[in-house]
């Protein structure tokens, strides 16, 4: 239930002591309604998840910090480019990382064989990270629990639930720990691109 929350925390981390910066605890609610089909999982309404980032960033104003990256573990947070689009709109202050062409070269340099596209959720990109950083978190059923659901056309209308029974689509059996080193290791030299426009 944790393991979105528990990816961009290992993100975040990685990045904040690679360039010497300050790191915010994670915002463990979100807007995942397409995982409801599950029990136990909560989700927030995008209008709750903008007014907290908005609250988040007027706070750090108040202490002289103006600029801000959202680091997201949860691919279902469509609203976070809106909020860093609009907050953008004067010059860069809020970055969102990583970004489709981020983890597109993370998975690149990491020899994963699965596309962001099929490996959605729970599978070789999500484990291969969690082995890495958090292995004591990964079951040891992963091996045996690759499920296919690539062709998802009414993935807003019916959620993961519609789906897949488990809550994976992917292939964890891919995953190692060497992968989610690499695929950090690529994380962070690109995150160095999005911390020089916003003058970091």
């Excluded at 689009?85 to 010059?91: I, L, V």
């Excluded at 969690?130 to 959620?159: I, T």
Aim: with cysteine; net charge negative; proline share 4%.
């Amino acid at each position: 239930m944790a393991t979105d929350t528990l990816i961009a925390e290992i993100m975040a981390q990685r990045v904040s002591s690679d360039y010497g910066l300050f790191c915010l605890p994670p915002v463990t609610f979100s807007c995942s309604h397409e995982h409801e089909g599950f029990a136990g999982t909560v989700s927030i309404s995008a209008a709750t998840l903008i007014a907290v980032v908005a609250d988040i960033r007027a706070s750090l104003a108040r202490s002289g910090v103006r600029k801000l990256v959202l680091v997201n573990g949860h691919g279902g947070n469509y609203v976070l480019s809106n909020i860093a689009q609009e907050a953008n709109t004067g010059g860069p202050v809020v970055g969102l990382f990583p970004g489709t062409d981020d983890v597109d070269a993370a998975r690149a340099a990491a020899g994963m064989r699965t596309t962001a596209h099929e490996d959605m959720h729970g599978g070789e990109w999500e484990t291969s990270i969690l082995l890495h950083a958090m292995p004591d978190v990964v079951r040891p059923g992963y091996r045996d629990a690759d499920f296919d659901a690539a062709v998802r056309p009414h993935l807003h209308a019916v959620g993961m639930g519609g789906y897949t029974k488990t809550g994976i689509i992917g292939r964890p059996s891919l995953a190692t720990a060497e992968k989610g080193g690499l695929a950090l290791d690529s994380l962070s030299a690109s995150f160095g691109g999005l911390l020089g426009l916003l003058g970091g």
